[in-house]
């Protein structure tokens, strides 16, 4: 059972992938997770990649590292993962060795975390990397110090869905929209929302082409951190007499609005462009 889980950065758990690890020298064949069904999509070769192993590891008998980032089945796909590796030096030297090599092979670090279990005092360290179109092609780290010169870690692999976007929730042209009313809920405890009316062509032409090219988020990558309920909602008016309303969800870094899933923003640029819209009603007034 698990005393406590800490991330740091986008928590995410690798929980669709359908990547074979390819061997070679210095690679680890990947293995089905123990417990799933035998049933797996394997994926083409273009999906397929290669994941390092820290120079002279030797593999072990170890039961799978399940935590921090674990492979539960989802949606009939079984993920896969590496054997437990085991090399003679401190966590910190694999950590430091992973960002690095994972870094050359195009990847970028998005997640930390920490977990410890109820029955030991050991805890395991995670790393999480990502690349590809919307952060779907992922690698997840399990890193257990097991004396301060021993060292096992697990890599797990998944390449994770992006549905299409339905056409019905693109905006045609922002000549379309006639007014797209405010409710910005700033960054900070305590404070007001402010409400505000965008009206001029270059507000309008700037968030519509910004609605226009947020893509779908998958489903595994939803997660909401902790927040004051900072975000926005637009009420967009259309010269047609029809109304849109979307809901800018930034600790969750999600957008939703009509007659599509929830979108992913992230980089908060929906959250940033209405601050600098709302600073600038707030200086006005």
Not at 152 to 162: G, P, T
């Amino acid at each position: 059972m698990l005393k406590a889980i800490v991330h740091w950065g986008l928590p995410i758990v690798l929980s669709s992938g359908l990547v074979g690890l390819s061997p070679g020298a210095g690679m680890a064949q990947a293995q089905v997770t123990p417990g799933v069904s035998k049933n797996i999509t394997q994926s083409n070769s273009s999906h397929q990649k290669v994941v390092p192993v820290y120079p002279n590891s030797q593999r072990t008998q170890s039961m799978s590292i399940t935590s921090p980032f674990s492979m539960p089945l989802i949606f009939g796909a079984a993920n896969q993962q590496s054997s437990v590796w085991k090399v003679p030096v401190s966590y910190r030297q694999v950590e430091n060795w992973y960002i690095r090599k994972m870094e050359d092979q195009g990847y970028h670090l998005i997640s930390r975390a920490l977990s410890s279990l109820n029955h030991s005092e050991s805890e395991t360290f995670g790393l999480l990397f990502a690349k590809g179109q919307e952060n779907v092609d992922q690698v997840g780290i399990n890193i257990v110090p097991i004396t301060p010169t021993l060292t096992e870690y697990q890599y797990i692999s998944a390449r994770l869905s992006v549905p299409a976007r339905p056409s019905s929730s693109l905006i045609s042209s922002p000549s379309s929209v006639k007014s797209i009313d405010v409710s910005y809920k700033p960054w900070r405890y305590g404070h007001p929302a402010m409400s505000f009316t965008l009206t001029q062509s270059q507000q309008i032409d700037a968030v519509v082409k910004l609605l226009n090219a947020l893509p779908v988020q998958p489903q595994e990558l939803y997660h909401c951190a902790a927040d004051f309920g900072q975000g926005a909602t637009l009420t967009i008016h259309f010269n047609n007499k029809k109304t849109w309303v979307v809901k800018e969800q930034a600790a969750c870094i999600s957008v939703k609005m009509p007659h599509a899933p929830a979108l992913q923003d992230p980089n908060l640029s929906l959250y940033h462009l209405l601050g600098q819209d709302a600073q600038s009603v707030s200086i006005k007034g």
